[in-house]
T-cell receptor
Framework: EPEVTQTPSHQVTQMGQEVILRCVPISNHLYFYWYRQILGQKVEFLVSFYNNEISEKSEIFDDQFSVERPDGSNFTLKIRSTKLEDSAMYFC????????????FGSGTRLTVV | KNQVEQSPQSLIILEGKNCTLQCNYTVSPFSNLRWYKQDTGRGPVSLTIMTFSENTKSNGRYTATLDADTKQSSLHITASQLSDSASYICVDQSGGSYIPTFGRGTSLIVHP
């Protein structure tokens, strides 16, 4: 079964450093998403991406965040200057259509900011 | 503000028993409502997706119901197994937005 692959599985970084989280969506999917889940809290939508541009973004997705599809397979989330409160599980997801009846989530990257 | 409220917050049952999880959502107009299973440290996995015209949908031992009038949904798990231990998350994608609203989830623990 096709999978969304995320790397690394765990990233530890110092406060103020830049991090890039990487995702390989399912190959025939056209819509890509990032979500985050702070430990013990609910999953929160960050951003959706289609046709090389952002479709929607939440209030969380401020200027510290950016997304990119640098090539035909990868989809990245960059946090420019990490803060302690950025520590969370970050999930990438992809879907065939915008309001698809099937998002597929990756296994997540646990980001720890120290 | 869109809200999705789930109950109970946590639930412990014995293997083989049935259980029902509840979800209330506030958003209109309705588009679709999804139930996900999330194992600890893993990404959510879709169980069911319900649209306005559907009031019940099954996926193996999982059956979701939807009452669009009362804005309530339930997830019924039949003959629970140890592997059903997970968080079950209700997600509403309505209100004319493509941004989903996640509930906090119900943590289900199945004991042998």
């Amino acid at each position: 079964e096709p999978e969304v692959t995320q790397t690394p599985s765990h990233q530890v970084t110092q406060m103020g450093q830049e991090v890039i989280l990487r995702c390989v969506p399912i190959s025939n999917h056209l819509y890509f998403y990032w979500y985050r889940q702070i430990l013990g809290q609910k999953v929160e939508f960050l951003v959706s991406f289609y046709n090389n541009e952002i479709s929607e973004k939440s209030e969380i997705f401020d200027d510290q965040f950016s997304v990119e599809r640098p090539d035909g397979s990868n989809f990245t989330l960059k946090i420019r200057s990490t803060k302690l409160e950025d520590s969370a599980m970050y999930f990438c997801a992809s879907s065939e259509a915008r309001n698809s009846y099937g998002y597929t989530f990756g296994s997540g990257t646990r980001l720890t900011v120290v | 503000k869109n809200q999705v409220e789930q109950s109970p917050q946590s639930l412990i049952i014995l293997e083989g028993k049935n259980c029902t999880l509840q979800c209330n959502y506030t958003v209109s107009p309705f588009s679709n409502l999804r139930w996900y299973k999330q194992d600890t440290g893993r990404g959510p996995v879709s169980l069911t997706i319900m649209t306005f015209s559907e009031n019940t949908k099954s996926n193996g031992r999982y059956t979701a119901t939807l009452d669009a009038d009362t804005k309530q949904s339930s997830l019924h798990i039949t003959a629970s197994q140890l592997s059903d231990s997970a968080s079950y998350i209700c997600v509403d994608q309505s209100g004319g937005s493509y941004i989903p609203t996640f509930g906090r989830g119900t943590s289900l623990i199945v004991h042998p």
